[in-house]
């Protein structure tokens, strides 16, 4: 079954065109051999009625009555020789016979054949019956052995000869002629009968061929749309795919860190403040304030430790609940968001950080700017921490959408392996990136360490 599948692999077109083509050459074979069979037949029929009229319209007057004669007689006979060997009749006729019904021949210019009688043929019972039977052919009749041997076709004639108040064929004359210059004009009636079948059938299907081929053109246009329209979807949905896997695992990511956070504020509280507030505690409770013979002195001294302890608590609790506080940044654009962070940290380490920024692309997302501001805030905090705050360098660019975000320092670097899962500050940054769809990338060795944070025009759009 390869031919199948080698024919399905085709267009519809290249199918119409060989199917259609094969019907189209066969049909004009059946319908030319049909046309050119006819033509040849009326050709010949119309050829034989001309030849017959005028051969009749000679002979008739020489026959005798044939209803009451059942044999030709000397003188008819003798008119007959005379007619149909001198004149122009004479040059046409290659032979002539006179038939009875019963397949006697009555007369002919072929002596030996006068009382002979043959069996009826089709041709003859024809012409008995009243039909003027036409063919151009070489002779084939048992009776035609002369005519046979010339080796050529002959138009050969059956004309009934009628009785006049009846209508009744009473004889049949049967004569062939040469009839020089039929077989050209049968050729050419068939080359102009074959040429116009051919003709019609070549324009019929040509136009048929252009429909079809626009036709095809048009569907395999649709299909190749059609098909670019479903990869792209195809590539979209696996795209969505992945986007909610990853969003999904950074979900998992976000609460495993949410956790982690919560684990950390509960340890800073409980060894900073907490510890503060429990000296403070213990130190109400001491002899010394409740003895009421302390003196004033000692007693004064002991309530400002235990002020003291009770304000270091409040500091703690203010930077703790500071950094976990973002300032009201919706309104904010990216320049004013880097220069606070900036600014905050100088101001905290007092160290410099470079800064540039260009912005010129549209209104951000609220999400897409508290990312932005963690960013630089951890990045900084860790430029400062482990790279020790040398050349701190923060470039910010935000154009037509495409979001990039760079912080840099010259320190010492890290090893990337070395980073801890459980980490907070690098991985908080990356899954917080991941979840919005944007892109994370780390770059640190011996000469510093550039984090950067770059968001696509589609992906800030989600």
């Not at 290249?14 to 319908?31: K, N």
């Not at 606070?340 to 912005?359: F, L």
């Not at 780390?442 to 025009?457: D, H």
């Amino acid at each position: 079954m390869n031919w199948l599948r080698r024919w399905n692999a085709r267009s519809l077109a290249s199918q119409f065109f060989i199917a259609g083509g094969l019907i189209s050459i066969a049909a004009m074979f059946v319908v030319g051999l049909f046309v050119s069979h006819l033509i040849e037949e009326t050709v010949i029929h119309n050829s034989g009625a001309a030849t017959a009229l005028y051969v009749d319209s000679v002979i008739a007057p020489l026959l005798p009555d044939m209803q009451t004669e059942s044999l030709l007689d000397e003188a008819s006979a003798l008119a007959l020789d005379e007619t149909l060997g001198q004149g122009a009749l004479g040059k046409r006729l290659v032979s002539f016979k006179l038939w009875r019904s019963d397949g006697t021949i009555l007369y002919s210019n072929e002596k030996e054949l006068v009382g002979k009688t043959f069996a009826v043929s089709d041709k003859l019972q024809r012409a008995f019956a009243g039909s003027l039977v036409a063919r151009y052919e070489i002779a084939s009749d048992p009776e035609s052995d002369k005519e046979r041997a010339l080796g050529k076709p002959l138009m050969e004639i059956y004309n009934p000869v009628l009785q006049p108040w009846s209508g009744q064929a009473v004889a049949v004359l049967e004569f062939y002629e040469t009839a020089e210059g039929l077989g050209d004009s049968l050729a050419h009636a068939r080359l102009r009968s074959w040429g116009a079948v051919a003709a019609l059938t070549a324009t019929f299907f040509l136009v048929l061929s252009v429909l079809v081929f626009r036709g095809s053109r048009t569907i395999e246009a649709q299909r190749k749309d059609l098909k670019e329209r479903v990869t792209e979807l195809s590539a979209l949905l696996a795209e969505n795919r992945g986007l909610q896997r990853r969003l999904q695992r950074a979900s998992q990511r976000a609460a495993a860190l949410n956790e982690t956070y919560l684990r950390s504020i509960g340890a800073d509280l409980h060894d900073g403040p907490a510890q503060h507030i429990a000296y403070a505690s213990l130190r109400l409770d001491s002899d010394v304030l409740i003895n009421a013979s302390t003196q004033p002195e000692v007693r004064e001294k002991e309530l400002a430790w235990i002020r003291s302890s009770l304000a270091e608590a409040m500091t703690e609790i203010r930077n703790i609940c500071r950094g976990l506080v973002l300032p009201h940044i919706e309104k904010s654009s990216i320049t004013e968001i880097v220069t606070r962070v900036v600014e905050a940290h100088q101001h905290k380490t007092e160290t410099p950080v470079e800064t540039v920024i260009d912005e010129d692309g549209p209104e951000l997302p609220p999400a897409v700017k508290i990312c932005i501001y963690r960013f630089v805030q951890e990045a900084l905090n860790n430029a400062y921490r482990h790279g020790g705050g040398v050349q701190q360098a923060v470039r910010a660019v935000s154009h037509k959408g495409h979001v990039r975000v760079e912080v840099s320092d010259h320190g010492d670097g890290f090893d990337p392996t070395e980073v801890r899962p459980t980490s907070l500050g690098l991985v908080g940054l990356r899954e917080r990136v991941d979840s919005l769809g944007g892109s994370f990338d780390i770059k640190t060795g011996e000469g510093g360490t550039t984090v950067t944070m770059i968001f696509e025009p589609m992906e800030v759009g989600e």
